[in-house]
């Protein structure tokens, strides 16, 4: 099977070499020092050089999602989501489930966020505001610029879940005064699933040392920040994928850095897509889209059959679309261990694909 997913994506060969080498107890301070090491250099791709700023969890990216929620925010907070697809609405569950008053900005899918959405939430006393800067749902990647000017104009702070954008887009967390970078092992990283990744400014740092509410005990960001020092965690971590990490950034500083990867991941999006528009593909043009995927629009034909059909017959496996895009749209995502012959076999059996389900439909009516 191939996979063109957002995650868990095709790994890297020298990330499933580490499952063969020795490894170290985690509790020792060999660990803590690569540990150290890694959270250090992930940071700096992060754009953020704060120390001791990046932490991690044995979880996924929702349960990072949950856990700011639960350790940047208390019931003083009054919160802004960016809702404009599945993952927006992911937040505004947080909030709601965890009694933190909010307002959300909700767009159709195919809407672009645009200046005039935020107006009249200028000047209304909002703390905070969330938003997931690559909607991955949808595949529209937000103007970070517009957001954090709000955000500095009217004092609020700014979290961003970037588990769909980073290493695919362009990302400074301090560059472009964000608070929280939230981000997940499996997807940009192109590691196994299973660690998620939290990146603080010191003013959040701050403010949640001096929460003394306790949302939950695992996720208790406050015990994460004290063990961090030493490269340790409160509770046993996915060790293995912190070996697949050291691997992945030697591998990106062996390439030559952040922007060979970004540029290799954009390359491959650009392949695709203009051979999607000569195939006479329709890809969303209402509004700006991430690297990381491209949305491709069905009109003759049943994209969620089409999804089927593809990973049945030709072993190739593309992002399905949720709920009433089932149907409409599917995914392809451009990042992981794939390459530009694997996107011109993709669109080859995505042609052949498409004419099979078409007559297979037109034969049931
Ligand atoms: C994948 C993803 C998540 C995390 O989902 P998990 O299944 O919990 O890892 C969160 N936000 C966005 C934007 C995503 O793309």
């Known amino acids: 099977m191939k996979h063109f997913i957002v995650g868990p994506v095709e790994l890297y060969p020298f990330t499933k070499e580490i499952y063969k080498n020795d490894y170290l107890y985690f509790r020792t301070e060999e660990f803590g020092t690569m540990v150290k090491d890694c959270l250090k250099r992930a940071n700096q791709l992060i754009g953020n050089n704060v120390e001791n700023s990046l932490i991690y969890l044995t979880a996924s990216g929702t349960a990072a999602m949950e856990a700011s929620v639960e350790n940047c925010m208390n019931k003083n907070d009054k919160a802004l989501v960016i809702n404009g697809g599945t993952f927006g609405h992911r937040f505004c569950e947080l909030l709601e489930y965890h009694n933190i008053p909010f307002n959300s900005i909700n767009l159709n899918w195919n809407e672009q966020l645009k200046y005039s959405h935020l107006e009249q ?172 995927i491209t949305p491709v629009i069905c009109e003759n034909v049943k994209a969620g059959e089409l999804v089927k059909h593809l990973r049945d017959k030709y072993k190739l496996c593309v992002n399905p679309c949720g709920g009433d895009m089932a149907d409409k749209m599917f995914r392809v995502s451009h990042i992981g261990n794939t390459s530009i012959d694997d996107i011109d076999d993709l669109v080859e059996k995505l042609q052949l694909a498409i004419e099979r389900v078409k007559n297979k439909e037109a034969l049931c009516k």
Not at 158 to 177: H, N, P
Not at 213 to 235: A, C, E, L, V
Not at 241 to 255: C, G, R
């Open 121 to 292: 939430f200028e000047n209304k006393g909002y703390t905070a505001l969330f938003v997931n800067l690559h909607e991955t749902s949808t595949g529209q990647l937000y103007d970070i610029k517009l957001l954090s000017d709000f955000c500095k104009r009217n004092n609020m702070f700014l979290i961003v879940d970037a588990i769909s954008t980073f290493l695919a887009d362009e990302y400074k967390m301090q560059e472009w005064g964000i608070d929280v970078t939230i981000i997940s092992s499996q997807k940009g990283f192109c590691l196994s699933p299973g660690l998620s990744f939290v990146s603080f400014s010191q003013k959040m740092i701050d403010k949640i040392n001096k929460n003394d509410f306790r949302g939950s005990m695992y996720f208790d960001f406050k015990d994460y920040f004290k063990n961090i020092t030493r490269g340790q965690t409160p509770y046993t971590p996915a060790v293995f994928i912190m070996y697949e990490l050291k691997a992945m950034l030697d591998y990106i500083d062996s390439i030559g850095g952040k922007s060979v990867l970004l540029n290799q991941v954009k390359e491959k999006c650009l392949h695709f897509r203009k051979l999607a528009k000569e195939n006479g593909l329709k890809i969303p043009d209402s509004y700006s889209l991430s690297n990381m």
